[in-house]
Nanobody, 114 residues
């Protein structure tokens, strides 16, 4: 199983970025999905959760600005980030969980300049 994120970069505050997580070895329709972010020296924060059969939930820090979804045709997991703030700067990683097994991607850097 492999997960590979793409779409990170540098954006000004107030801007938008879309991240994509390509999944191989598992169908995105069969897994619970998480997006996490981590700043240097800090613990990883889960910002979005999408469980099978449920609506997405979000951390208070990103609620109303971030949206996650599955694309079953492309077998990807997506994270749309709007109204970005400098405090959103971090490495963003996707995670897929199934039957007790958990898989993380390598992550992609998102930098928001003020």
């Amino acid at each position: 199983v492999q997960l590979a994120e793409s779409g990170g970069g540098v954006v000004q505050a107030g801007g938008s970025l879309g991240l994509s997580c390509a999944v191989s070895g598992l169908s995105v329709s069969s897994v619970d999905v998480f997006w996490g972010r981590q700043e240097p020296g800090k613990e990883r924060e889960v910002v979005a959760t999408l469980r099978r059969g449920s609506s997405a939930t979000y951390a208070d820090s990103v609620k109303g600005r971030f949206t996650t979804s599955r694309d079953s045709a492309k077998n990807t997991i997506n994270l749309q980030m709007n109204s970005l703030k400098p405090e959103d700067t971090a490495i963003y990683s996707c995670n897929a969980c199934k039957l007790g097994a958990s898989y993380w991607g390598q992550g992609t850097q998102v930098t928001v300049s003020s």
